[in-house]
């Protein structure tokens, strides 16, 4: 069973920073692009951001781009994908999720995501 390991989430005022992990196996993510995306209640899951498995192609949501940096740690058992989220706002407050691919690109449809992790909250205060 494919497991992924997330943390790193809070509660945090605006203008502050976080950094969400996501670990697995290298096996777990195959070669595959991973994406994070998050839920806000009441509404869709959306893209977040997502990387290649080379970390070489980056690929964000128009509302996090300039605030938010994904990047990935390919050393071997453990893989670690991470997002470091800076001058976070109120409307970034959802729970965020880690998710591999079924694919080598990076996509924006959760559709095309094969594994969830179980996600963590994020809350940013006003």
């Known amino acids: 069973q494919v497991q992924l390991v997330e943390s790193g989430g809070g509660l945090v005022q605006a203008g502050g920073s976080l950094r969400l992990s996501c670990a697995a196996s290298a096996r777990t993510f195959s070669y595959a692009a991973v994406g994070w995306f998050r839920q806000a209640p009441g509404k869709e899951r959306e893209f977040v951001a997502g990387i290649t498995w080379s970390g070489l192609n980056t690929d964000y949501a128009d509302s996090v781009k300039g605030r938010f940096t994904i990047s990935k740690d390919n050393a071997k058992p453990t893989v670690t994908v991470y997002l470091q989220m800076n001058s976070l706002k109120p409307e970034d407050t959802a729970v965020y999720y880690c998710?591999?691919?079924?694919?080598?690109?990076?996509?924006?449809?959760?559709?095309?995501?094969?594994?969830w992790g179980q996600g963590t909250q994020v809350t940013v205060s006003s």
């Open positions: 998710a591999v691919s079924s694919f080598v690109l990076v996509s924006m449809k959760p559709s095309d995501f094969r594994s």
